[in-house]
């Protein structure tokens, strides 16, 4: 893979750094920016037109991680990486596949055994179809009825059916469930002001959520990786 910079005639590849992908400077497109850079960056059309050939949801997020990336790949980089500040999901699966890639484990596993375990977050569980793909012994399945648009609205079906989406292309980018009290344990635990946490040490936390590039010119907000920051002055 040799990614290339929109406009850049030089054809130099510029291969943005994992800590450029997570922290969203690192010109990757995605479904969540393609159609706005489009309109700046022509070459991207092809991309854009095919991510969106079925509609936004269902085009981007019907596929899987595959999918996906093909599309960010296909593109030229929307700008250098690290100078700019674009929001795009793609950069979180990418790092999905990655914690898979080298770990050998789902990404259901890892995150049980490395994070939610760890941190004593009982009620916490990542499953980005929310229960769809999993059986239910003893439950009967939803019945939905389905009728036409028009007057006087006759019954076309009756059956099953859910709005299954693909694991993989929503892999890292969402999927994680928690209640509230969980997710209280979750800041009160990691996200720490003395830096003290059982899941990475001081200088990891603290590259986590440094400030990099702000998400808006003269914004007060910046973007760490996976979050938004506020700088203290």
């Known amino acids: 893979w040799c990614p290339q910079v929109a406009g850049d005639a030089s054809g130099a590849c510029r291969p943005p750094t994992l800590e450029q992908v997570l922290a969203m400077t690192s ?8 159609q706005a850079a489009m309109t700046h960056v022509p070459s991207l059309a092809p991309v854009c037109q095919r991510q969106y050939a079925l509609g936004p949801f269902v085009s981007s997020y019907g596929g899987n991680s595959a999918f996906m990336f093909a599309q960010a790949f296909d593109a030229p980089l929307l700008f250098a990486p690290g100078s700019r500040y674009s929001y795009a999901n793609t950069g979180f699966v990418l790092a999905a596949y990655l914690v898979e890639k080298f770990s050998g484990q789902a990404l259901a596993a890892y995150f049980e055994q490395h994070i939610f375990r760890p941190v004593g977050l009982s009620a916490t569980y990542y499953d980005p179809n929310d229960g769809q793909y999993a059986m239910h012994p003893g439950l009967a399945g939803e019945f939905r009825q389905y009728v036409a648009a028009e007057a006087p609205h006759p019954t076309l079906s009756l059956g099953e059916c859910g709005v299954h989406r693909s694991a993989g292309s929503f892999a890292g980018a969402a999927g994680v469930r928690a209640t509230v009290a969980d997710f209280h344990k979750w800041w009160r635990t990691v996200m720490r002001p003395d830096f003290k946490t059982p ?4 200088p990891g936390l603290r590259a986590l959520l440094k400030p990099r590039i702000p998400t808006a010119p003269d914004s007060a907000y910046y973007f760490a990786q996976g979050m938004q920051v506020i700088p203290s002055k």
């Open 27 to 34: 010109g990757l497109v995605g479904v969540d920016n393609c």
């Open 199 to 202: 899941l990475v040490s001081e």
